[in-house]
T-cell receptor
Framework: GENVEQHPSTLSVQEGDSAVIKCTYS??????FPWYKQELGKRPQLIID???NVGEKKDQRIAVTLNKTAKHFSLHITETQPEDSAVYFC???WGSGGGADGLTFGKGTHLIIQP | KAGVTQTPRYLIKTRGQQVTLSCSPI?????VSWYQQTPGQGLQFLFE???????NKGNFPGRFSGRQFSNSRSEMNVSTLELGDSALYLC?????????????FGEGSRLTVL
């Protein structure tokens, strides 16, 4: 089955700086890569996703890049703000994109924004 | 519209007992998936149901089971509870159709096994 490795487990950055979280996956058939954000005590929510036919996707201060050859993808957050503090999960899926379809999550990165 | 609802939110059980958790998906969503969340282990996939059929299954022992009803509500059951089953159990619903992969999570059921 799919295996998703996520690094680092904890990341502390100064407010205003950039943060990068990296994930690798094992199954070359994976074609969908979402990122979920979970604030303390709240439910995970999708913040951005990318499909295997796209190399990069951006949405305001967040962006995701995908390298299919190396089987890794990254989340980039620029101009970090206090509300970015949360646990971020990457995931990979081999399915057609409907439902969970074999969605495998990484273990999460606790992002801490220092004032 | 209403979000994903999970009940109960908190429960305490003892080893050997069994537990049933419930999940009501967003109206119109036909896929319900379940995840176990523990510190340091992230979100581990248990199973997914679509139109009352189990469509995918993770690597959990047979003590973990689930089902989905015709109204898309889902239940998961854990029998013969072990201390290691203490976790936050999250369910997520989605349309379950190709091109609509976003998962909408509930707030979870926090299970403590003593």
């Amino acid at each position: 089955g799919e295996n998703v490795e996520q690094h680092p487990s904890t990341l502390s950055v100064q407010e205003g700086d950039s943060a990068v979280i990296k994930c690798t996956y094992s199954d070359s058939a994976s074609n969908y890569f979402p990122w979920y954000k979970q604030e303390l005590g709240k439910r995970p929510q999708l913040i951005i996703d990318i499909r295997s036919n796209v190399g990069e996707k951006k949405d305001q201060r967040i962006a995701v890049t995908l390298n299919k050859t190396a089987k890794h993808f990254s989340l980039h957050i620029t101009e970090t703000q206090p509300e970015d503090s949360a646990v971020y999960f990457c995931a990979a899926s081999w399915g057609s994109g409907g439902g969970a379809d074999g969605l495998t999550f990484g273990k999460g990165t606790h992002l801490i924004i220092q004032p | 519209k209403a979000g994903v609802t999970q009940t109960p939110r908190y429960l305490i059980k003892t080893r050997g007992q069994q537990v049933t958790l419930s999940c009501s998906p967003i109206s119109g969503h036909r896929s319900v998936s379940w995840y176990q969340q523990t510190p340091g282990q992230g979100l581990q996939f248990l199973f997914e149901y679509f139109s009352e059929t189990q469509r995918n299954k993770g690597n959990f022992p047979g003590r973990f089971s689930g089902r989905q009803f015709s109204n898309s509500r889902s239940e998961m059951n854990v029998s013969t509870l072990e201390l290691g089953d203490s976790a936050l159990y999250l369910c997520a619903s989605s349309l379950g159709l190709a091109g609509s992969p976003e998962l909408f999570f509930g707030e979870g059921s926090r299970l403590t096994v003593l």
